[in-house]
């Protein structure tokens, strides 16, 4: 490969574990976030960063220039991907971008409602090539989104009755795109990332407070009470309905399907959610 892979959200929760994976194998890599400072502080500063802002046009020439293939993630806060993400792409293909790897979603043919069905919809008529990542729901969402109940109410507060979630783990999803990135053969593939089993809440709960010690309930909200609260808690309008609305799909069973895409492309089995609990448990203490 000649030119450099570019990580998008290079500090979010995937993008970090692939930029820390790529910078391990000694990869040619461009780390692109907000914050140039902030990517030096947590990765040094061999890794070369860029400042980009999909908002802002004026940062795309210096994030693509010389890259041959992309991690494309979008930022949970935009909504808006014909007037943000898009013209992103486009200035990707015309820099030269060949391959862009693309953080989507599971059961996305059921959700036709989210951001990431549109831009999977314009790649696939791009000229570039592409892999889509349709992942299930992040473990690693218990000690970000849902980090402050857990360790100051011991609860988890999604409105999911007794649907089950095949929970990933980011390593795992970052495991396939570095593959996706690296080698050939990905290419045009969509693979559907699950972890090794499909849990419920309760059982969710029940595995974090024997990790912890303490019990952990799984409270269980209407969906009107769960988008209710994210609007007190200033989560924006349109966050707060696509959340609702993929938790809604997801007691319809959107994410309860669990696949062997994580280790057909890895080799590797997939990360229980009981040894990320292990791995995590000092985000709760
Ligand atoms: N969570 C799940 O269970 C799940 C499951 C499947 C798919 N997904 C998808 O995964 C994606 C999120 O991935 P992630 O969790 O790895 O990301 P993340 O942790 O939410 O990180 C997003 C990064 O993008 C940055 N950012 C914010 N606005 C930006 C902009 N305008 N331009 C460029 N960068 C911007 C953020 O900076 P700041 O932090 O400074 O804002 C942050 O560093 C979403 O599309 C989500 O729908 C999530």
């Not at 030269?96 to 790897?101: D, I």
């Not at 999911?160 to 396939?176: M, N, Q, W, Y």
């Not at 988008?227 to 809604?248: E, K, W």
């Amino acid at each position: 490969m000649n030119g450099k892979i570019l990580v998008t959200g290079a500090l979010g929760n995937v993008g970090a574990e692939i930029v820390k994976r790529l910078q391990a194998a000694g990869s040619s890599l461009r780390a692109a976030d907000l914050s140039v400072e902030t990517i030096r502080e947590r990765f040094g500063a061999s890794v070369e960063a860029v400042a980009f802002d999909f908002s802002k046009k004026e940062t795309y020439r210096a994030a693509f220039e010389g890259v041959e293939k992309m991690f494309l993630m979008r930022p949970p806060q935009i909504s808006d991907v014909k007037g943000l993400i898009l013209p992103a792409l486009d200035a990707a293909q015309a820099a030269g971008v060949r391959h862009v790897v693309f953080l989507s979603l599971i059961g996305i043919e059921r959700v036709k409602f989210v951001p990431h069905y549109k831009v999977e919809e314009y790649l696939m008529r791009s000229p570039m090539t592409w892999t889509f990542l349709r992942a299930s729901f992040f473990m690693q969402n218990l000690n970000t989104t849902h980090r402050q109940e857990i360790r100051e109410r011991s609860e988890i507060f999604v409105p999911l009755g007794g649907a089950r979630t095949s929970f990933i783990d980011v390593r795992d999803i970052a495991a396939v795109a570095v593959a996706a990135l690296c080698q050939p053969g990905h290419e045009n593939k969509k693979y559907d990332l699950t972890g090794p089993e499909a849990l419920d809440y309760w059982q969710a709960a029940a595995i974090l407070s024997e990790t912890l010690g303490r019990t952990i309930t799984y409270r269980n909200p209407s969906a009107l009470e769960f988008f209710v609260s994210h609007l007190r808690r200033g989560t924006p309008l349109p966050t707060a309905m696509v959340m609702t609305g993929l938790y809604l799909s997801t007691r319809n069973g959107m994410a309860e399907s669990v696949t062997g895409d994580v280790e057909r492309v890895t080799g590797q089995k997939p990360i229980p959610f009981r040894q990320y609990a292990r791995d995590y448990q000092a985000s709760w203490q």
